[in-house]
């Protein structure tokens, strides 16, 4: 079956069609994250910690529909109750525009850039989801956090998946001791409970890594702990596999072992490496969103939707500040579309689960 | 082969694994530049003494071979070290499991309990509207992060203030009588197991789902119809049996689930179970409690996935390994 095949069959349903098109905008969105932020990802605001979403306005006064305009919060201290408290400030008004300018950017890391969805007076304090603890902007680093919990999940399947499938092939391939040996090993691997194979191995990072190398190091853990289903399925598939003619026939032609597996078997697996990976790309995100709540996985001032979450750990900021749960919503999504698109696909591709 | 004999096989295969897995956690946490005694030192309260007893138990100056050896000798013998705050990690790890195999069972208990029936009725009544609402509620209900869905029903509970917030027991837990205590305690289970109940809940209900549709579909259930049982009768004394066989080898697959996705809902509640222990030394790097845990772990794990696929052979009697 080839991929237009696929994207007619996908685009009969509505439900999981629906969910690929959020998946795609949900992807350009942090593709383009620079452009719909509207402060940079480190940009903090010390002095307006917590403070709840910025209202947006487009009625004025006489009741006529201007362009949108906005007030900044002043923070008080409430010396009777011994809270800070936000206030707006009416005396000024700030016109926000689409597609003006705001800070430098590289799109891409090439294009430089300064044009921005959403763009504001210097003076004016945005902030559409509010902020957190840090005083950063919780809208603009959704964008920042989605590049990185969606794209983790990716990255790790990238290294694991050869891993896995390539494993997978020699052990059902070579057979006998090998085979025992091999498989023996990816159990012993599956049979450690996956979550904490995780914390402790985040855990035992060494701690002054810069960010990119923990991103790396991160990414290498989940794609550890990965592999071994998918060589366990691959390895039962090649075992019914290289018992084929068309096997016998390339042996005699006198190919490598080696060759014969990746360029022969294994793309016979391909259908279900597809619907593998679809299916798997949702727990890698849960799992990197897990251990960044948890505080092992992208450290701050890096923003992930897990690490954006640990917010939520305090009582007081999910019941007085529930803007701080906005990245719950989006992993929930991403996940939820994953799934959708994930099951469609392999009722597509395995035409006995289909009723 | 008997059923005894079986049970001895898989008991013996298990061995080479829990070998391999003790290689495996020994050389990955060795590899890390952590001092396993690092925290131990900068704890006080432990003397000079103790840290000289551990680095000759672990055997800290002799090469990683030996070490191992001593750390696999140690183990087998039922010594596990102490933690970094002195206590005998073995003492430590066993009221843990008792808590973690208690919310385990709980929730495969009631997930079990709610989700066969409505996999059977949303088979039957395939492509109904109970059929669709239950694949989006499940769907939901799959995507749900464990940890988020905690956060919530924690906000749940301090607001209604219908269920106690963290911990295991309540204060005055020592002088309740035995009724009294056990309520205590299932009430403290109450919202986490309800939390990974409804996580559970949705792939298995799913799965039977999936399963039931494919025996429908089988020529024997087509014959039974012929030769004109009722519907009730061939659902549920043909269909039935053969659909819920698959799902007794998913118990296993649930248990390993369920040991990995309770950490962060333990976390989330402070249960004190397995799972938050495991983050608290790994976090504090506390070598020892963390070796034990992992090893812990898998043997829970392995043991779940033996009990399952005796409890499918016990059931079906094509099974023969």
Known sequence: ?355 | MNTWTYILKRILESIPILFIVSLLSFFLIRLSPVDPLAQMKLNPAISEETIQKETKRLGLDKPVIVQYGLWVKNFLSGNMGYCIDNTKVSVKIKSRILNTLLLSLVVIFFSWIIALPLGILAAIFYNSLFDKILTVLSSVGMAIPSFFFAVLMLLFAQKTGYFPIGGLTSINFNEMDLFHKIADVMWHVALPAFVLTTISLSSLMRQMRANLLDILDADYVKFAYAKGLSKSKVIIKHALRNAINPIITLLGFEFAGLLSGAALTEYVFQYPGLGKLILEAAMQSDVNLVMASLMIGAFMLISGNIIADIVLKLTDPRVRI
């Open chain 1, 1 to 355: 079956m080839n991929f237009s095949d696929l994207f007619y069959k996908l685009k009969k349903d509505k439900i999981p069609f629906t969910a690929f098109i959020v998946l795609l905008i949900l992807y350009f969105i942090i593709a383009f994250a620079d452009f719909f932020a509207v402060y940079p990802e480190n940009y903090s605001m010390r002095s307006l910690a917590y403070q709840p979403p910025s209202n947006i306005y487009l009625i004025n006064k006489e009741n006529k529909i201007v362009r949108p305009y906005t007030y900044n919060f002043i923070r008080t201290f409430n010396k009777e109750k011994l809270t800070i408290e936000y206030k707006q400030d009416r005396t000024k008004k700030y016109k926000i525009s689409l597609f003006g300018k705001g800070y430098e950017y590289k799109l891409f890391g090439i294009i430089k850039t300064n044009i921005h969805l959403i763009s504001k007076p210097d003076e004016c304090n945005l902030f559409l989801l509010g902020t957190d603890i840090n005083g950063h902007d919780v809208y603009s680093r959704l964008f920042f956090g989605g590049r990185i919990s969606l794209t983790i999940g990716f990255l790790a399947l990238l290294i694991s998946f050869p891993i896995g499938a390539i494993y997978g092939g020699i052990s059902g391939y070579l057979g006998g001791k090998w085979d025992k040996v091999m498989m023996r090993i990816a159990e012993a691997v599956m049979s450690i409970p996956g979550f904490y194979l995780l914390i402790i191995l985040a855990g035992f990072l060494p701690s002054g890594m810069t960010s990119s190398e923990r991103f790396t190091l991160i990414t290498v853990i989940l794609a550890f702990i990965g592999w071994a289903g998918l060589a366990r399925v691959i390895r039962g598939m090649v075992l019914s596999i290289k018992n084929q003619d068309y096997i016998k026939a390339i042996k005699t032609i006198g190919a490598g072992k080696f060759r014969i597996i990746t360029r022969h078997i294994l793309p016979q697996t391909s259908s279900y490496i597809i619907v593998a990976i679809t299916l798997s790309v949702p727990s890698y995100i849960l799992a990197e969103s897990g251990l960044s709540f948890l505080g092992l996985g992208i450290q701050l001032p890096d923003a992930s939707w897990g690490n954006m979450l640990r917010e939520a750990q305090e009582f007081a900021n999910i019941i007085y500040r529930p803007w701080l749960l906005t990245p719950g919503f989006l992993i929930f999504i991403a996940v939820l579309s994953f799934n959708v698109l994930g099951d469609k696909i392999r009722d597509i591709l395995d035409p006995k689960m289909i009723k």
